[in-house]
C-alpha cells in the first residue's frame, strides 16, 4: 500500500556534502519525493521535533546537533515507505548499520547518523505534518 514517510537528511551528512548521494539513493529506491526544503533548525525547533526524547540522556546533545547547521527535510512517498526507508538508513548506530546501508556509509556516531526516517505510521503522520503542514 502506497505510504509516506518523513525522512531528514541531518546536518553532518549535510556539511559532509552528500546531500546528492541520498538524494540520488532515495530516487534507486523508487521513492517519490513529495516535499523537500533546505531547513536550518533552532534548538526550540529541534526540541519540538524530538520531544519524545524529552526524558533521554542524550537529549539536549541531540537537540544542540540538529540544531547546529542546515538539514534537508522531505516527504517520502513508496509502497510501504516507512519500514523500506527505515531499511535503506540502517540501524541508528552507524557502527552496527549493515553494509550498503546510508548510516553505515555516511555515518559518524549513534547521535551523529546522516539521516532521520519515521518509525510508525502515527510518528509518520506527526513528522510530516511537523514540517509540511497542507
Ligand atoms: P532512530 O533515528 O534510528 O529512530 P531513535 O532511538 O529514535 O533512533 O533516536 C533518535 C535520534 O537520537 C537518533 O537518530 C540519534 O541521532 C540520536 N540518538 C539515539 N540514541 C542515542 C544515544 O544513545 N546517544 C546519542 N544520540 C542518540
Ligand atoms: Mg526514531
Not at 546531500?19 to 526550540?44: A, C, P, T, W, Y
Not at 529541534?46 to 526524547?53: S, T
Not at 549513534?110 to 510530516?128: C, F, K, L
Amino acid at each position: 500500500m502506497t505510504e509516506r514517510t518523513l525522512a531528514i537528511i541531518k546536518p553532518d551528512a549535510v556539511k559532509k556534502n552528500v546531500i546528492g548521494r541520498i538524494v540520488q539513493r532515495i530516487e534507486e529506491e523508487g521513492f517519490r519525493i513529495v516535499e523537500m526544503r533546505l531547513v536550518h533548525l533552532s534548538k526550540d525547533d529541534a526540541k519540538g521535533f524530538y520531544i519524545v526524547h524529552k526524558d533521554r540522556p542524550f537529549y539536549d546533545s541531540l537537540t544542540d546537533f540538529m540544531s547546529s547547521g542546515d538539514a534537508v527535510v522531505m516527504l517520502l512517498e513508496r509502497e510501504d515507505a516507512i519500514a523500506t526507508w527505515r531499511k535503506v538508513m540502517g540501524a541508528t548506530d552507524p557502527a552496527k548499520a549493515a553494509p550498503g546501508t546510508l548510516r553505515h556509509a555516511y555515518g559518524f556516531s549513534i547521535e551523529r547518523n546522516a539521516v532521520h526516517g519515521s518509525d510508525a505510521r502515527e510518528t509518520a503522520a506527526w513528522e510530516i505534518n511537523h514540517f509540511f503542514k497542507s
